[in-house]
């Protein structure tokens, strides 16, 4: 078998959002954006790329980008997303039928699906995937994106009621497979975007022939079908997961690769020297090295556009992180300007709202009065949450991977607040499936 050539450093030009208040997780969306230009790829052969540890394999619960990554290589909903973010058939058969109300939708599935392991198909396994996103025993992160769903945001706060009762609210959800090939999805209100909805992971069919209850738990990599172009063959948990061709997969284009090879390594510098070692094929690029990178690889480093916003999450049930005065003050002393420049190398943007304004079609700097880089301030604001010059203020952690970018970012935020503020901060470097999962 020949290996693909296919050379790539990719460097996501991304809009920076650190300490966004309202943020519901950090890191957690894959920004868009192809490599600019890349090589073609040849019929066949393996590609070796840097890739990080997922949490969860279950796509009715994943939450953060790398899980996501997973998913988008290894499944597909009634739809999916062209270059230019349109929604477009993928298990469906055409768009969608809408009520004039725009509350009802009815959407075709192709007929003959098969999972990977040849078992069939059909709508109720998109029903049963939509019932787990509501589902409260499965606390999907990304559930809110069904709050149009009819009664799916009633199921999912139902968590503490009675087997029966939740038995009662799971029936109240609006979605149920009229025959093999026929789905309806009834909502409480219009939402126009909603087809974008069907093409996200929280839509993602479930193997219902794996999978007997809703609040079931979802099979593992190696024995969970899928609906996707690959599906994995082996797999080491931190070490690494290898992708073979589906042979049922039923999308129009197939697979070009004989095999893909995900390499689990959290740290960019590590990957990029394997890189430089013809170890790996496409690895991050490491933005602390980005202007020797660019001296080193003309040709093979791809700058691409992306609107990922990288945040800082906080305990909010904490007695002193849930202070929003508290969260404000660490806000107004983080210098974003010189962070970028010094973290990022100028490949990120700056800003303090956490939908960047290439994306909200705002002009931007709506929240610096609030949120922006000002040390007067923040001392302030630490001063109404009881901690006036950081008296009696407990020393924390921040949690980050193990890898330069991420070290760097913390013993930025580090000195920041112990010059501004007076705050002391522990820097915890752990894994990226422990980071993620200490985020629930």
Known sequence: MTKTKLRLLLSLLSVFAVLAIAAACGDDDDGGG?????????????????????????????????????????????????????????????APTVSADGKLYTVKIQSGLKWSDGQPLDASDFVLGIQRTCNPDIAGA????????????DYYAGGKKSAAEKADLLKAVGVRAVDATTLEIKLSIAQPT????????????????????????????????????????????????????????????????????????????????????????????????????KTDFPKELNLYPGTRTTALQFQHKDPVLGKSDVRRALSQATDRVTLVKVVYKNANIATTSWMPPVRNGLKGGEYD???????????????????????????????????????????????????????EVAIEIVDGKTRAASHR
């Open 194 to 293: 909603f087809p974008i909805i069907l093409s996200m992971w929280p839509t993602f069919p479930a193997p219902k022939h794996q999978i007997t209850a809703v609040d079931a738990k979802y099979p593992g990599a190696l024995a969970a079908a899928v609906n996707g172009p690959f599906m994995p063959k082996a797999y080491t948990e931190k070490a690494s997961m290898e992708l073979v061709p589906n042979p049922n997969w039923a999308g129009a284009a197939k697979p070009n690769l004989d095999k893909i090879i995900l390499k689990y390594i959290d740290d960019v510098a590590v990957s990029n020297n394997a890189y430089r070692a013809n170890e790996l094929d496409a690895v991050r690029a490491n933005k602390v090295e980005l202007d020797k990178l």
């Open 142 to 153: 990304y559930q809110y994106i069904l709050t149009a769903v009819a009664g799916c945001d």
């Open 34 to 94: 192809d490599a600019t230009k890349a090589p073609a790829v040849t019929k066949g052969g393996t590609v070796t790329i840097q890739a990080t540890q997922f949490e969860s394999w279950d796509p009715h619960f994943a939450n953060f980008a790398q899980d996501i990554t997973h998913m988008m290589m290894v499944r597909r909903g009634l739809y999916h997303l062209d270059l230019k973010d349109k929604p477009v058939a993928a298990m469906a058969v055409g």
């Open 369 to 423: 009065a609030l949120l922006g880089f000002d040390p007067a301030k923040a001392k302030e604001s630490l001063k109404k949450a009881g901690y006036e010059n950081g008296a009696g203020f407990p020393k924390f952690s921040i949690l980050v991977v193990d890898c330069s970018e991420c070290k760097l970012l913390a013993e930025f935020l580090q000195a920041e607040w112990k010059k501004h503020l007076n705050v």
